[in-house]
T-cell receptor, first 114, second 116 residues
Framework: GAVVSQHPSRVICKSGTSVKIECRSL??????MFWYRQFPKQSLMLMAT?????????EQGVEKDKFLINHASLTLSTLTVTSAHPEDSSFYIC??????????FGPGTRLTVT | AQKVTQAQTEISVVEKEDVTLDCVYE???????LFWYKQPPSGELVFLIR??????QNEISGRYSWNFQKSTSSFNFTITASQVVDSAVYFC?????????????FGAGTTVTVRA
């Protein structure tokens, strides 16, 4: 149980375009979903916390208009990187939780912006 | 300030050696959770253990063991008789309920390389 999927696993896009990443909890309803970003050889940095039906809460330094998060249902959250630039290239990981005590992580999405 | 410190950036061992990864955390909460995750080259995070602040018992799971000491704010992880498949980046993480809405704060990670 507690499986979280992400789609796509890899994406390459051109500079200036937008790309959407989906995060789904497959066998449970998640009260909260989190989005992380991980640069090569670095740790995971929390970008935002997302609750179903409400606006996401962004961490300091994360641009809301750049990284749009929509949490349409208890099993789906999406992250849209708008007007992507090469510096947005990174590994994006989502997680989902039921009780806040434990987060279940997705497999990650590797974004490359050319 | 860094809430979770993993002082060892990289550790390289020969197969069958034991390896201990250090984790020191900082919190003012009395209720908190500590985690260890493994991140193999594929990138997917693998959950290893969760420990709450009220449970200081050490734990053993196969070749893995954990030593939680509140007195020194440490939660160290030992791999016994390491194998090549243990090569990965290992992250220690802290979840604080009262002060941080249970968000996870990750350490910088320790890269373990096990050589055959």
């Amino acid at each position: 149980g507690a499986v979280v999927s992400q789609h796509p696993s890899r994406v390459i896009c051109k500079s200036g375009t937008s790309v959407k990443i989906e995060c789904r909890s497959l066998d449970f309803q998640a009260t909260t979903m989190f989005w992380y970003r991980q640069f090569p050889k670095q740790s995971l940095m929390l970008m935002a916390t997302s609750n179903e039906g409400s606006k996401a809460t962004y961490e300091q330094g994360v641009e809301k208009d750049k990284f749009l998060i929509n949490h349409a249902s208890l099993t789906l959250s999406t992250l849209t990187v708008t007007s992507a630039h090469p510096e947005d290239s990174s590994f994006y990981i989502c997680s989902a939780t039921v009780d806040s005590y434990e987060q279940y992580f997705g497999p990650g999405t590797r974004l490359t912006v050319t | 300030a860094q809430k979770v410190t993993q002082a060892q950036t990289e550790i390289s061992v020969v197969e069958k050696e034991d390896v201990t990864l250090d984790c020191v955390y900082e919190t003012r909460d009395t209720t908190y959770y500590l985690f260890w995750y493994k991140q193999p080259p594929s990138g997917e995070l693998v959950f290893l253990i969760r420990r709450n602040s009220f449970d200081e018992q050490n734990e053993i799971s196969g070749r893995y063991s954990w030593n939680f000491q509140k007195s020194t704010s440490s939660f160290n992880f030992t791999i016994t008789a390491s194998q090549v498949v243990d090569s990965a980046v290992y992250f220690c993480a802290l979840s604080e309920g009262l002060s941080n809405d249970y968000k996870l704060s990750f350490g910088a990670g320790t890269t373990v390389t096990v050589r055959a």
